[in-house]
């Protein structure tokens, strides 16, 4: 498995408060990879580090390539980010968010908001409907579907359970699966609730201030003493 | 075309407060039956559309650079007068008007846009202040600049529309009033379209909304904010060229009133509403006239501090203006 995005002893640092204390993980092609750990271990600010929505220094790599410049560079790299808070366009409509998606992208977006339609079946009738109406497990869903938009190879999902009710957080990773196995696209995802994060990714990192503590193979990390103790409750 | 009617109907948007929908549509009601009555009071309901449009475009440039930079541009004014004085130097060198007017047009574009790169962006995330106190300095250049070079004597320029008056049973339409009218709200319809319509237009109100997430998705944030502020002087720039011909007269402290009238018809809008600074602006123009007419202690210099005792009672009454909601912030 090459790794498309690799990150090598990264630092990052909020003024004068340093989050990541040199970070490295790789991510392979077509891999979904999972962040877990506490408040405040920096799994967000791993993401931002890779979006450079953070002050970083360190290597970030990715198809190869030094990541430079700032977010909406990297977002042309077909780099699609997930925020905190989900980052979609409350005063928008759901389609004027789906455009917002494919911003980077040329040509007619009909055949994306078709398959769009085919993961989340009510965007079609409600696509006039401003997203800041939305429940917050549809704006988490238009957020993927934003995202979906931009035809990402690498997707970076920040806290997708955050603030749902435990049915539609299933029903979000479900979607993410999908999207990984039919759509090849590459998933990084920071998640606390281990469990299910584990249950989706092929590998994981456990982060621990700033540093990474632990990683392997979901699988064998879901067997792992510490983490069950810590993250997973039994 | 099928594709703009595809995406018809319009998205629902948040509608005004329904008291305020009373409001306006009794003083429509009250404005029909007014022009009804009195060939005088429709002659002068006309008249104040006009000088109204041209109140509402600038209030209009003035919300779209709040909306960006959340600052107001106290320049913006100065910038549009100042493109005044370029159409009337492309005159100068044989333009014909309408080809100094569209001439004119993407000079403004471009001065707005080089404003923002060269002297808001730097101070930008710095601070409110920072920003408003460049727009003041601006003004002050601007000032300046035209002074030196143009002079502060009066100066002339031909009328675009003549000075044709039709007759519509017993009322007099002045056909600079009805050109003013026209250009001045085909100018807003077109910049609405823009936003509403296009890629960019959507982009543009993506990075004035939510900046940290319009980059996220690959919207160049600053470029967006400085074509914001080129588009704000183009407004500005056909304010200016409407506003020129109603007083006759070129110099340099042509738009000042102006300006004014324009924050006034911005507040009473809701300072965050361009729907709302239009329709603040023709408010306040119409209603002015009408003062004007039949209020005979309002004098024509009591016009300003009458315009502002309007707006000291908005921000008493209704600080949030006409269309404007209370902006909540989540932190």
């Known amino acids: ?234 | 075309m099928a594709e703009l009617a595809r995406r018809l109907p319009i998205p629902q948007r948040r509608l005004p407060a329904s008291p305020v929908l009373i409001v306006l549509t009794a003083a429509c009601i009250f404005l029909v039956v007014g022009c009804l009555q009195s060939d005088i009071f429709a002659q002068q309901t006309v008249a104040g559309l006009a000088t109204g449009a041209v109140y509402g475009s600038l209030a209009l440039a003035l919300v779209l650079i709040y909306r960006a930079t959340e600052v107001i541009n106290f320049a913006q004014g100065e910038m549009a007068m100042a493109t005044v004085y370029i159409a009337y130097q492309l005159i100068q060198w044989g333009f014909s008007y309408w080809e100094a007017f569209f001439t004119t047009l993407p000079i403004a574009l471009l001065l707005g846009v080089a404003i923002q790169v060269v002297l808001i962006r730097p101070v930008q995330h710095k601070s409110v202040i920072a920003v408003v106190i460049v727009t003041v300095g601006l003004f002050i250049l601007i000032d300046g600049l035209v002074a030196w070079k143009w002079g502060a004597d009066i100066k002339f320029m031909p009328s675009p529309f003549g000075n044709r008056v039709y007759h519509v049973g017993g009322v007099a339409v002045a056909r600079g009033d009805i050109g003013t009218i026209v250009i001045t709200l085909l100018s807003v319809l077109l910049l609405w379209a823009l936003f509403r319509f296009t890629k960019l237009g959507l982009a543009m109100r993506a990075s004035a909304l939510r900046p940290a997430a319009a980059a996220l998705v690959g919207v160049r944030v600053d470029w967006m904010l400085a074509i914001g502020w080129g588009l704000a002087a183009v407004l500005g720039a056909v304010a200016g060229l409407m506003a020129e011909p109603a007083e006759f007269v070129l110099q340099p402290t042509l738009m000042q009133p102006i300006l004014l009238y324009g924050f006034a018809a911005a507040v009473l809008g809701g300072l965050e509403s361009p729907a709302g600074a239009v329709v603040g602006g023709v408010a306040i123009g119409i209603f002015l006239n009408l003062v004007g007419q039949y209020v005979h202690f309002i004098t024509s210099e009591l016009r300003l501090p009458f315009a502002f005792l309007v707006l000291l009672a908005v921000l008493l009454v209704k600080p949030t203006g006409l269309f404007g909601h209370r902006r909540i912030r989540r932190v």
């Open chain 1, 1 to 234: 498995m090459t790794a498309l995005l690799e990150l090598q002893d990264v630092h990052a640092r909020y003024g004068p408060v340093k989050a990541l204390h040199g970070v490295s993980l790789s991510v392979g092609e077509g891999e979904i990879v999972a962040v877990l750990g506490a408040n405040g271990a920096g799994k967000t600010t791993t993401l931002r580090a890779v979006s450079s929505t953070v002050q970083r220094e360190g290597d970030v790599r990715f198809r190869g390539k030094a990541i430079r410049g700032g977010p909406e560079s990297v977002a042309r790299l077909g780099i699609a980010h997930v925020p905190e808070g989900r980052g979609t366009f409350a005063e928008l409509t759901v389609w004027e968010n789906l455009r917002l998606g494919a911003y980077t992208r040329r040509g007619a977006l009909k055949d994306d908001f078709a398959r769009v339609g085919t993961y989340f079946p009510w965007m079609q009738d409600r696509r006039h409907q401003m997203a800041g109406t939305l429940s917050g497990g549809e704006q988490q869903m238009l957020a993927l579907a934003r995202a979906f938009m931009q035809r990402p190879r690498l997707l970076l999902l920040d806290e997708p359970s955050l603030g749902l009710a435990p049915l539609l957080v299933t029903e979000v990773f479900r979607i993410v699966k999908e999207l990984n196995e039919n759509e090849g696209m590459t998933v990084l995802v920071v998640e606390q609730n281990a469990h299910i994060a584990l249950q989706l990714a092929h590998t994981a990192y456990v982060l621990e201030v700033g540093r990474v503590a632990l990683s392997g193979a979901s699988a064998d990390l879901q067997q792992h003493e510490s983490v069950r103790r810590s993250y997973l409750g039994y």
